[in-house]
Every structure is written in C-alpha cells, then in structure tokens.
C-alpha cells in the first residue's frame, strides 16, 4: 500500500506538490476502443477494473465529462450496509459488501473502510414489524442482522435519545454489525489508479454528446474531444441515465432528483456507528475528522442541479435533535447536493438496452455507493460476456414491462 512519511508530506507541501507522481495517466482518446464506458464515477470505474480484471479486457476508455470523483462519487454520505429485504437486493448488496471487506487490500489503496456498524431505528409499530421482517429476510440470506431493545440500542449508540416522552419514541432498532462508511474520493481514486495500471484509459473532461448507431446497434460515442467507436458501450452516468438513454433512441423508467447533505463543524467522537431514522428521517455518522456527516430525503421536485432546498435541511436538522439532543447547539458547516435516478420500484437497472451492443447500469436511486464493487463486478460481466450474471438477472430493464419488480422503498426509505 502507498504510505507517505510525515517529512515526504512537508517536503511536497512546501514543493507545491510539484514532483507528486500521478495516480494515473492522462491519455489522450484514441479513436476506437474494444469497450467504452460513459460515466467515470465509482461504478464505471469500478466495471473498467473488473473488465479488466475478471475478464482480462483492457482496452477500454472510461471517458468522464468532468473530473474524477466531481459526481454523485464524492457527493454522497458513504454508508455501506446490504440489509436490503428481498432476495435479489440482498444477494447483490451482500456480495458488494464482500467485496468492500477485502477492497483496501485488492486496489493497494486505503478506502478507510470502517465497518462501525449501521443501526435502523424504529419509532412505531410499523416500523417495529417491518424491521424484524426485514432482520429475518436478512438472516434467511445469509445476511448479518440484529434487532434490539430500545435499551440495547442505546447501549450500541450512548447518545441516541430513548426517552418514551420523546415526539416519535425509540421502540428498538435493527442492526448490522458490518455496515459502516468508507472514504468516497479513496473508492474513486483507488478503482481509477488499479483500472489505470492494468492499461485502462482514463479521459476526463471528455463529454459524451451522442451515441452512434447502425444497423440497430451501437459503434461508437460522439464527444467534445471528437469521435470515439467501440464494439461495446456501458452508460454508467447516474443522474444523467436518462439524457445519455435519449442519444441512443430509447426511454428510461427513472426520474432524477437532488440529493443533499451537510457536515457539521468537527467535534470529539461521540458516534461510534452509523444512525438511520425512517420516521424523523434523518442519517448520521461521524467523520474521521470529527463531523458530524448528515443526509435525509430527496427534494421532491426533478431537476439535474447539483443542490437542494432549504426545507429539507429544516427538517432534518429537527431530526437530528430529537435523537440526539447533545448536539442542539452544534452549528453546520457546508452542504451540497447530488443527482439520483430513481426507479419506480427503487431498485437498479442493469443489463442490456433495447440497442444492441449498448449497456446500462443506473436506477440505483440513493444506494448507490454501497453497490460500488458490486455493480462493477455484475456490470463488467454483462458487458463481457453478453449476458447478465445471476446476481443481476433480475434488474433487466424488461422488469418494468413483464411487472416483476422488486419493490425495496421500505429498505430504500432513507436517502443513504
């Protein structure tokens, strides 16, 4: 793994990080490529290293329109969890969660992965019988999963309020010990330096504008840097699936909205795991710099700005203090906001397009940095070999027409 000493960090401050040398190569783009990935974000890094890695293709361009790790990669909260209720989410998110427990070693790079644990409170008695269905789902998928007394919980988490006079009281809480939060500029930079070394080209600031087709299929991209073919194409563009779908001829089932969080100024540890709220809807977990990093629901209205409105931080600022009372003075700091597409049964897509040798990965909605490895290792199956791989079979775009959905908005509910 790289590790800098304290003097090497003073010597190339002072240099102004002249000398650094690059975590990987800035390639100009050549004009065909085996495989093109639109979309330079964990998941389309995350399918480039695995195309190379699993499949050993590598002459692939990841092609970026802006920088690496400036989209929803470095805008979200970083919790990683695979507590999802049915068997198909559970099986995909379980087998990411896998992956994020040997990733540091796999890209010999620090994702400062945490497993700290993830705990789902419960304030009624809905949320009481939905959650030890949902801990019972887990268990039967092999999935780590607790419920606890709201004296147990409180025993995880000191500061989380259990008062039974409290507006919405805490009636017990799931947990799973594995969850936890990892570095989200680390994933990106760490999946673009291992897809790099293995001959991945990584081309940012290179805006898809059109996808060529002939034939009915697709042979390659129109960009700002001019024209790229490939064989293959994967759009792995998050918020903007639904733009890139409309290039190549056909619709998507997902609407985009803003996605906002904030981080308080830092404070002593206080937070020793992960703390969700469907009800007050709020989530919180602590930084390694001490803040408090907070995120709830999506803006209601569609829009591909990266910002949100006041209202939600309102609301969930009122959330926050109600579980955790400590902090009613605790001031915030910054927030920002991402874009994320949502499906209408909140669960991804992830397989072929009615375009042939055109791919699509999205839908992820506000769970997508917890699937990072998986949705690249399932992806960069689909894309290789033509077909989906087990795990991903059932998030096929067709879904939505022969109505086998698979409904997570009840584990889906927090933005997270």
Known sequence: MQRFSFLSLI??????HEGWQPFWREPAPKPRYRIIIIGGGG??????????KNHGITDVAVLEKGWIGGGNTGRNTTVVRSNYLWNESGALYEHALKLWEGLTDDLNFNLMFSQRGVLNL????????????????????????????????KAFCPIVNIDRSARYPVLGATLQRRGGIARHDNVAWGFARAADSRGVDIIQNCEVTGILRENGRAVGVETSRGTIRAEKIGIVTAGHSSVLAEMAGFRLPIQSH???????????????????SNTVHVYVSQSDKG?????????????YAQRGSFPVIEHQMAA????FPIVSRLRMMRSWG???????????????TPIKDLYINCGWGTGGFKATPGSGWVFAHTIATGEPHPLNAAFSLDRFATGALIDEHGAAAVAH
């Open 43 to 52: 998941h389309g890094l995350a399918t480039a290293y695995y195309l190379a």
């Open 122 to 153: 419960a304030h009624k008695l809905g949320d009481v019988r939905e959650g030890i269905r949902r801990v019972e789902a887990n268990r039967l998928n092999g999935i780590d999963a607790e419920w606890l007394t709201p004296e147990q919980a």
């Open 258 to 276: 803003p996605l906002q969080a904030l981080v308080s100024e830092p404070i002593k540890p206080v937070l020793p795991c992960v703390v969700m």
């Open 338 to 352: 991402g874009i994320v597409d949502v499906c209408p049964d909140a669960s991804p897509i992830i397989g072929k």
């Open 291 to 303: 803040e408090l990093v907070l995120g709830a629901g999506i803006d209601t209205f569609n829009s």
């Open 320 to 323: 926050l203090i109600e579980l």
């Open 11 to 16: 010597k190339h401050s002072l240099s102004k």
